[in-house]
């Protein structure tokens, strides 16, 4: 083979005998690179929208389970609130129940003290009309 002296100065003919500086299969290489360089671009293009969506679907659940967990605690708190009002009120009856029986026990004492003084009075005005 001889040697071709426009190789030996860099320069090359393509497949269309255009002339280059770059050797074919250099620039057919580089090319390829070129190539896979841009769908590799693309692909973490792509990963990254997968990436993205995922990150916003996460998000989305998480702001619903922090929804959910202060609607519970809420209903907690609110149960608790409800316990204590019960237990408040049962105290007040129970107090009003107390009071009640106090003011049946003085009315008590109240009717059987008239009920003495009827009898008396009845058996004044017994004896007052017997003696007339």
Request: hydrophobic share 40%; proline share 2%.
């Given at each position: 083979?001889?040697?071709?002296?426009?190789?030996?100065?860099?320069?090359?003919?393509?497949?269309?005998?255009?002339?280059?500086?770059?050797?074919?299969?250099?620039?057919?290489?580089?090319?390829?690179?070129?190539?896979?360089?841009?769908?590799?671009?693309?692909?973490?293009?792509?990963?990254?929208?997968?990436?993205?969506?995922?990150?916003?679907?996460?998000?989305?659940?998480?702001?619903?389970?922090?929804?959910?967990?202060?609607?519970?605690?809420?209903?907690?708190?609110?149960?608790?609130s409800v316990a204590k009002q019960r237990e408040s009120q049962q105290q007040q009856l129970q107090a009003l129940i107390a009071e009640k029986k106090m003011q049946l026990e003085r009315y008590r004492i109240e009717y059987e003290a008239l009920s003495k003084v009827?009898?008396?009075?009845?058996?004044?005005?017994?004896?007052?009309?017997?003696?007339?």
């Amino acid at each position: 083979m001889a040697k071709d002296p426009l190789a030996d100065a860099g320069l090359h003919f393509d497949e269309l005998n255009k002339l280059r500086v770059l050797d074919p299969e250099v620039a057919q290489k580089t090319t390829e690179l070129k190539e896979e360089c841009k769908e590799f671009v693309d692909k973490i293009g792509q990963f990254q929208k997968i990436v993205g969506g995922l990150i916003e679907l996460v998000d989305e659940l998480a702001k619903e389970a922090e929804t959910e967990k202060m609607k519970a605690i809420g209903a907690r708190n609110l149960l608790k609130s409800v316990a204590k009002q019960r237990e408040s009120q049962q105290q007040q009856l129970q107090a009003l129940i107390a009071e009640k029986k106090m003011q049946l026990e003085r009315y008590r004492i109240e009717y059987e003290a008239l009920s003495k003084v009827e009898a008396e009075q009845n058996e004044f005005i017994d004896q007052f009309i017997l003696q007339k």
